[in-house]
């Protein structure tokens, strides 16, 4: 078989899922099959307007927290604490085994150690002159 590389800066979702299936197929003949489930929890405004809250997913047992926003005008005030231990009773009924999530430096990594996640990791220079890290709270085990 002659195979070859070819670069696209604009790749399609048909060309997405092409290189996800063979993927797919990999990850479930080694650690079984998962469904993935959207998660968000929306924080309001008395006209019913969205100004921030946290989405996610579960996948494998564990909640990725891809997005956690607090408004401005609600810092300060444990939106976002009580935005962690809601997305954390989810987990909880969800089964999950624990959670994780990124941030930046300049965000909010001394919030995640406040409400009891642990450092995992982290990239220097992502962006350039601060630290993405990644951060985890196991549930069970």
């Not at 939106?79 to 999950?96: H, S």
């Amino acid at each position: 078989m002659n195979l070859r590389i070819e670069l696209t800066q604009n790749p399609t979702e048909e060309q997405r899922s092409a290189i996800l299936a063979p993927l797919r197929a990999h990850n479930v003949a080694n650690a079984g099959p998962s469904t993935w489930e959207p998660v968000a929890l929306l924080v309001r405004d008395e006209q019913d307007a969205i100004l921030g809250g946290l989405y996610g997913h579960t996948f494998y047992r564990w909640l990725f927290i891809e997005l956690l926003a607090v408004p401005e005008q609600g810092r300060g005030q444990g939106i976002g604490t009580r935005l962690m231990q809601m997305a954390e009773d989810f987990a909880r009924e969800k089964d999950c085994v624990g959670i994780w999530l990124d941030t930046f430096s300049f965000q909010a990594p001394g919030f995640y150690r406040k409400v009891g996640y642990s450092e995992c990791g982290e990239i220097a220079d992502y962006p350039l002159g601060h630290r993405r890290h990644f951060f985890q709270k196991r549930l069970i085990g």
